[in-house]
């Protein structure tokens, strides 16, 4: 299972983004999937969270900016990143929990973490 994160760029504040978190392998289903970010010298932050269900979770900062969202069929999931402002600067990173099928053909659980994608907001 691979997790590829990207869309991240160099935008004015005010501007708009939209991050694609893309599983990639042999998927059985993706449950949660959640987006975070992490500026240098700070713990990771989780920004917001999407369920198998489709119920939705943002940290408060980013509340009525940003909006997560999926499509299965794709096995993505989507940052819409509006309004940004220059503290939304940081890398962000996807991380998905679900379950592949292995070389023996058995279902496994998998936690697995893209690979950061930077967004930068100017003032």
């Known amino acids: 299972v691979q997790l590829q994160a990207f869309g991240g760029g160099l935008v004015q504040a005010g501007g708009s983004l939209r991050l694609s978190c893309l599983t990639s392998g042999r998927i059985f289903s993706i449950d949660d999937v959640g987006w975070y970010r992490q500026v240098l010298g700070k713990e990771r932050e989780l920004v917001a969270e999407?369920?198998?269900?489709?119920?939705?979770s943002y940290v408060d900062s980013v509340k009525g900016r940003f909006t997560i969202s999926r499509d299965n069929a794709k096995n993505t999931v989507y940052l819409q990143m509006n309004s940004l402002k220059p503290e939304d600067t940081a890398v962000y990173y996807c991380?998905?929990?679900?379950?592949?099928?292995?070389?023996?053909?058995?279902?496994?659980?998998?936690?697995?973490w893209g690979q950061g994608t930077q967004v930068t907001v100017s003032s």
């Open positions: 991380r998905a929990r679900g379950s592949y099928e292995n070389a023996n053909s058995e279902r496994v659980v998998f936690g697995s």
């Open positions: 999407i369920t198998t269900s489709g119920a939705t």
